[in-house]
C-alpha cells in the first residue's frame, strides 16, 4: 500500500514537473495571442490542472504519514 502511494506521488510530481514547464513554454505564444485577441484560457487552464495536482499530492502524503491499523 505504501509502496503504491509513493508511486503514485513520484507520477504526480513528474506531471507538476511536466505541467510546469508547458506553463514557461505557453507564457511567451499566451502574450502573442493576448496581444492579438485577448485571451488568456490556455495558461489558466494548465495553472488549473497544476494547483489538482499539486492538491493530489499532498492528500497522497497525508494518506502516506497517517498511521495504518494493519
Not at 490556455?42 to 502516506?64: G, P, Q, W, Y
Request: include cysteine.
Amino acid at each position: 500500500m505504501k509502496l503504491n502511494i509513493r508511486l503514485q506521488i513520484l507520477l504526480c510530481n513528474s506531471y507538476v514537473l511536466l505541467l510546469c514547464i508547458a506553463i514557461v513554454l505557453t507564457i511567451p505564444l499566451q502574450f502573442v495571442v493576448f496581444l492579438f485577441k485577448g485571451k488568456k484560457k490556455a495558461v489558466s487552464s494548465l495553472e488549473d490542472r497544476l494547483f489538482k495536482t499539486l492538491f493530489h499530492i499532498n492528500d497522497l502524503r497525508r494518506i502516506l504519514k497517517k498511521p495504518s491499523d494493519e
